[in-house]
């Protein structure tokens, strides 16, 4: 879906590096989600926003930071990447109106950490 | 507590047969529940939700699901399945005052010629 991206599409990075990915949407959404997923786990919520000035924890925060810049805009950070990092990133925004908080995600990151 | 369970990791059936991917979910309050499916390389994307309304919920490409609040199911079925339908599919329920979302664990969905 267009309306959510993300960038970079894909990033191969080393041990010990900090990284940057990043969400933008033009649904005008307020809340917004970073997930990571990996074979067989499904997906699994790292931080959500439920606009700028509330920012959650989900079930895997540990290692990750985010920052929620605009009511448009959602960072997530790797402060030190290490390999067990290596996932798919998806980002994902949902609203009160999109009926029952259904996510819209965005075309994902993928992201290797060597 | 809040949890989904999806009960078979892989399904495998022929074309033209029947699918059933099923899905048991726990949650303290009245949830919204979700299918949503995801290609190989790709996005997910919303196959249908159930949101309080009808209990039997219709979704893209032939796909449906029924809410059954005594069973906590919200099994996925279609009557005749393609190969196009080959995918992971992932149930999700969003529920509580503070709308925690909690994503299955996926079933695979292999389709044979």
């Known amino acids: 879906d267009a309306d959510v991206t993300q960038t970079p599409r894909n990033r191969i990075t080393k041990t010990g590096k900090r990284i940057m990915l990043e969400c933008s949407q033009t649904?005008?959404?307020?809340?917004m989600y970073w997930y990571r997923q990996d074979p067989g786990l499904g997906l699994q919520l790292i931080y959500y926003?439920?606009?700028?000035?509330?920012?959650n924890k989900g079930e895997i925060s540990d290692g990750y930071s985010v920052s929620r810049q605009a009511q448009a805009k959602f960072s997530l950070s790797l402060e030190s990447a290490i390999p067990n990092q290596t996932a798919l990133y998806f980002c994902?925004?949902?609203?009160?109106?999109?009926?029952?908080?259904?996510?819209?995600f965005g075309p994902g990151t993928r992201l290797t950490v060597l | 507590a809040q949890s989904v369970t999806q009960l078979d990791s892989h399904v495998s059936v022929s074309e033209g047969t029947p699918v059933l991917l099923r899905c048991n979910y726990s949650?303290?309050?009245?949830?919204?529940l979700f299918w949503y499916v995801q290609h190989p390389n790709k996005g997910l994307q919303l196959l249908l939700k159930?949101?309080?309304?009808?209990?039997l919920v219709k979704g893209i490409n032939g796909f449906e699901a029924e809410f059954k609040k005594s069973e906590t199911s919200f099994h996925l079925t279609k009557p005749s399945a393609h190969m196009s339908d080959a995918a992971e599919y992932f149930c999700?329920?969003?529920?509580?005052?503070?709308?925690?979302?909690?994503f299955g664990t996926g079933t695979k969905l292999q389709v044979i010629p």
């Open positions: 994902a925004t949902s609203d009160l109106t999109s009926g029952g908080y259904e996510q819209f």
């Open positions: 649904k005008g959404h307020d809340r």
């Open positions: 926003s439920f606009d700028v000035k509330d920012i």
């Open positions: 949650s303290s309050y009245s949830p919204s």
């Open positions: 159930y949101t309080s309304a009808a209990t």
């Open positions: 999700v329920v969003i529920s509580g005052g503070y709308q925690k979302v909690t």
